[in-house]
């Protein structure tokens, strides 16, 4: 039988939506019908509580609107479920769906229902934050710009703000209230109000602001439980601090946290000093839940947080090991809901990143900005696995404090109190090996383990969990010092994966009444049978797979036991299919499994040949590889196993970029161009945050509705005599700069230092630019100043004191040798936010003349520019535009995740805008950096097809300029991937409502 992949995909989704639930035990699945059946959602001081079951919440934070293709939003989040996470939490920010008081777009890269059904589909729970403050390292911290120019102090009780607020909620709530979960209509969990709120703690304004969202949230239809995300560990904002409107038991207390790596793991829960500061013991009675917790960590522009080497060094410095030690400190501490923040950082294309951050907002995560998976999901997948195949994880008490052999072991020990189960979480503080024994309790005696061999081994700066009376499948672990990752009954037998690190010797008990049969199928381990104690020991060094069949001498059924280091355990993979569990062996990536009668229909990906093996369901006898039959036969190991590999992605070459096209641009800069259509820029009150200069009128952008990219001032006056220089006065986030003109002839660039490592946080720079007037232009008569200002992006607004409504822009312009001051006529042209591309958003242009003329859209008809090869070394002052087309033929069924390159000398001062067929996919600075590389997500890019490049480089004028080299670079490549709808190239399908 074969399948092709539309009948598959077909096929699969309809299974996807219909599969267990991650909260259901593997082996229960949920009747088709049953999908629109309401859960009761609860909590206890242990964990969350659905129907009744418990839930320990595994989960990682990914952005939909950093990524801007909602097809890939089905490969991120199955990325996430199959690597073991059961939730994903989802910023909501405003700004991205808001172009104006009362317009709000959830169409397109903005559909929030699409994600939301997507998420339900793919079996993984959803955390919902949709502030309205969010943060996030987004401009404004997620507040529209229009925001900016109202009145009212944001994030307070204030009846302006809050009726703006409202809007949003109303607007973000009829969408999420129907996918709850609660109510049967979706995943939907949880649903944060608000986010890091430490102000207004005790005037009464702070408690109203989050009664009234409380309040309002419900009033609109959540019926999951709510959360705040205290910043820090404050014990701010716990049940009880403001009013829930008489509802208890539906709100719970979360706190956040990004220890250095190189500190040791914190204990924020049992373990620690208690109290409101102490994490989770600020609220007893609910769960520790840490809404974020470090994943990696962000950079500034010039990358001065890793020394330069950008997000390589995020991940470098938070790896594999940094997320057992971390995340497993946070488990040992009672933590059962922790949000891993980010799990897929994505990209903060067009004008979104904050002052903080540049472009790549990849953010050292598991899953990188290109979607490949990263060897972080390892130990993610090894415990997230591990916490759904061992419930007895999700409730434990602090026990009895036990000494392991060396004091260099950091020891955790926690029991079940319902099911008597030991976890003895062990980490190594010191850089070196550390071999040791720890006595653990073994139905209530005593037993030093291992009880042979060279002891338990942690690797320098490691942590593992062993575990002492669980469950696999149908028979009883007395205690592993390998840790447990999966175990299930599949078919007629009883599978348990258990793994660590290469090398580490490991040693099992198992309870047996009799002497079973033990055959090591593959690789090396020894046995002993201990009568008297009923107990098989089983004992091994991890090196690949060890596979260790056991036979019970009573007949029933075997176990086999697979014993992996991480490398192995990679390739590991289970999907809950109608028919049970199934766990396949082989290759990078199981999007799912569907079992039709004898047949097991696989989806998913490979980088290289691989292996496939199955374990499935009984009565399973085929198997299909994304809709193409394996030939296959049994193993002894109980498995189906192919007898081909699986085939490598095929070959992909990128085309060079050539055949530029090139045309100069500000043609605002010359003193007879045609400003008349322009807003003048008269005001003289804002509600900006910084002060408007006696006797200037307001010059600032957002004032005027322009908020976001480049801005034009063109000052007229009438000169008397003497001029001799002018300074400009400017506010902007980081990076931020300007250029200058005089009746058309450049004065001179300004630009923002770029930020040491001590300056990285700071949001809003200001500067006075002080050009000599040229003797030529001082005379006396008629005037054109023109400036050129790129404000780069509002400051978030983290301390509540509306520090997003500091100006953007121009904020001051005098004279000297000018007596009295000339009297000047500004006006002021940006990109009109209000009216901005509906397809595209709000964020995705600036004000530069090219994007006012559509010369960065695919259908820009640019036969008429001048044709140019690169390298390019102009040195005059200002703005030119570069466009070429390129087609890619990206094979059907491969996923080829396609970046573009920009290097050149760094000593040449110059910024490149990339927009591919009219997306806006990020800023170059060549002289700054770090960044060189820029994600084209599939479906903005189309693999399959034409696109246009357009770059809108700005030159200093102070060196020669680029670009010199642009090019195509491969990110990841693999056979698989989703099938990607590419996005309109032009705005007709957008709508707003
Ligand atoms: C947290 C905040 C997030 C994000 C993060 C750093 O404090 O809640 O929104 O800013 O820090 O990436």
């Not at 560990?233 to 716990?238: F, P, Y």
């Not at 809404?291 to 594999?320: K, L, M």
């Not at 009668?597 to 990906?605: C, I, K, R």
């Amino acid at each position: 039988m074969t399948l092709n992949r539309r009948t598959f995909t077909a096929l699969t989704a309809g299974a996807a939506a219909a599969l267990a639930l991650p909260a259901q035990a593997a082996t229960v699945a949920p009747e088709p019908g049953r999908r629109h059946v309401p859960h009761t959602v609860t909590f206890d001081k242990y964990s969350l509580l659905l129907d009744d079951r418990r839930l320990v919440l595994w989960s990682g934070e990914f952005h939909p609107f950093r990524l801007p293709s909602p097809s890939l939003w089905t490969d991120v989040l199955q990325k996430m479920r199959s690597n073991g996470y059961n939730a994903v939490s989802i910023y909501v920010n405003w700004s991205y769906h808001s172009c104006a008081p009362g317009q709000y777009d959830f169409t397109g890269v903005r559909n929030l229902g699409r994600f939301l059904a997507v998420a339900a589909q793919v079996g993984i729970f959803v955390t919902v934050r949709p502030g309205p403050y969010i943060n996030a390292e987004v401009d404004a911290g997620g507040f529209p710009g229009w925001l900016t120019a109202t009145t009212g102090t944001a994030r307070t009780n204030n009846s302006t703000y809050l009726s703006y607020a409202d809007e949003w909620l109303t607007a973000v709530n009829a969408i999420v209230s129907k996918h709850q979960y609660t109510d049967g209509g979706g995943t939907v969990l949880l649903y944060q109000l608000e986010n890091e709120y430490s102000s207004h703690l005790g005037d009464g304004v702070g408690a109203a602001y989050l009664a009234h969202l409380y309040a309002k949230v419900r009033a609109d239809g959540i019926t999951v439980p709510l959360f705040h995300n205290d910043k820090g560990r404050n014990g701010d904002w716990i049940p009880g601090s403001f009013s829930t409107n008489g509802e208890s038991g539906r709100y719970l207390y979360a706190f956040d946290g990004y220890p250095s790596p190189s500190s040791t793991p914190p204990d924020w829960g049992y373990f620690g000093p208690g109290g409101a500061k102490g994490g989770s013991t600020a609220s007893p009675d609910t769960p520790g839940f840490e809404a974020e917790f470090g994943g990696g960590w962000f950079d500034p522009w010039g990358g001065a947080e890793f020394a330069g080497q950008g997000y390589a060094g995020a991940r470098a410095s938070r790896d594999a090991v940094y997320e057992r030690r971390f995340y497993l400190t946070n488990l040992a501490n009672g933590i059962k809901l922790q949000n891993v923040y980010m799990t897929f950082g994505g990209t903060s294309w067009g004008w979104l990143p904050a002052p903080v951050v540049y472009t790549s907002y990849d953010y050292g995560a598991a899953v990188d900005e290109a979607r490949n998976q990263t060897s972080k999901l390892v130990p993610m997948k090894q415990i997230g696995l591990m916490l759904e195949s061992v419930p007895d994880l999700a409730e434990l008490d602090r026990a009895a404090d036990v000494t392991a052999s060396s004091t260099a072991i950091k020891t955790y020990h926690l029991t079940n109190p319902t099911t008597g189960a030991h976890f003895y979480f062990l980490r190594n503080d010191t850089a070196s090996d550390q071999s040791i024994t720890v006595p653990v309790s073994v139905s209530g005696s005593q037993v030093t383990v291992p009880a042979s061999g060279a002891g338990i081994r942690l690797t320098g700066k490691d942590m593992k969990v062993v575990a002492t009376g669980i469950a696999v499948g149908r028979r009883t672990l007395r205690y592993t010092t390998a840790q447990p990752m999966y175990a299930a009954t599949i078919g007629a037998r009883d599978v348990a994966l258990l793994v660590g690190r290469t090398g580490d010797p490991v040693e099992l008990s198992l309870a047996f009444a009799a002497a079973p049969t033990v055959s090591v199928l593959s690789g090396s381990a020894t046995s002993s049978y201990d009568s008297t104690a009923g107990a098989l020991r089983v004992n091994a060094q991890l090196s690949g797979l060890i596979r260790v069949l056991i036979a019970p001498s009573d007949g029933s059924a075997p176990l086999l036991l697979l014993l992996a280091d991480d490398e192995e355990s990679a390739t590991f993979w289970k999907h809950d299919s109608f028919a049970g569990p199934v766990l396949v062996r082989g290759p990078a990536l199981l999007r799912n499994a569907f079992v039709m009668g004898p047949v097991a229909a696989l989806n998913g990906d490979t980088t290289a040949a691989s292996d496939l093996e199955v374990w499935a369901p009984t009565g399973i006898r085929r198997l299909l590889w994304n809709g193409s039959a394996i030939p296959t036969g049994h193993t002894v190991s109980g498995s189906l196993s192919a007898s081909i590999q699986l085939p490598a992605p095929a070959q992909v070459t990128l085309p060079a970029l050539t055949n530029w096209r090139y045309a100069p641009e500000n043609p605002e800069s010359a003193p007879g161009f045609d400003d008349s259509a322009w807003a003048l820029a008269n005001k003289t009150t804002s509600f900006s945050t910084t002060p408007v200069p006696a006797g200037q009128p307001v010059l600032f952008a957002d004032d005027y509705g322009f908020h976001y990219g480049d801005v034009w001032y063109r000052g007229s006056y009438n000169a008397q005599a003497g001029a001799q220089s002018v300074s400009l006065s400017y506010s902007s986030g980081t990076q931020g700069m300007l250029m200058a003109w005089l009746d058309g002839v450049p004065l001179g660039t300004h630009r923002q230092p770029v930020p040491t490592k001590a300056q990285d946080s700071q949001s809003t720079w200001t500067a006075t630019a002080t050009f000599a007037v040229p003797a030529a232009l001082s005379g006396s008569g008629p005037h054109v100043l023109a400036v050129l200002v790129r404000p780069m992006a509002h400051s978030e607004d983290g301390g509540s004191n509306d520090a997003h409504k500091a100006a953007r822009g121009l904020t001051a312009v005098t004279f000297t040798g000018e007596t009295p001051a000339p009297s000047v006529t500004w006006r002021i042209q940006g990109a009109d936010t209000a009216a901005s591309d509906p397809l595209r958003g709000p964020l995705n242009n600036g004000g530069l003349y090219g994007e006012r003329s559509g010369w960065h859209l695919p259908t820009f008809g640019d036969g008429a520019w001048q044709r140019m090869s690169l390298p390019s070394a102009d040195t005059s002052q200002g703005v030119g535009w570069l466009r070429t087309t390129f087609n890619l033929a990206i094979p059907r069924g491969a996923d080829a995740s396609i970046g573009l390159t920009l290097t050149d000398d760094p000593a040449r001062a110059y910024r490149v805008q990339i927009f591919l067929n009219g997306w806006n996919l990020g800023q170059y600075i060549n002289d700054v950096g770090p960044q060189h590389t820029f994600v084209l997500p599939n479906g903005i890019l189309r693999t399959r097809g034409r696109n246009t490049l357009a770059l809108a480089v700005l030159r200093d004028g102070t060196t020669p300029a680029g670009p010199s080299s642009v090019s195509l670079t491969l990110l990841g490549l693999t056979a698989g991937g989703v099938p990607v709808e590419d996005l309109p190239l032009t705005a007709t399908g957008g709508r707003r409502h």
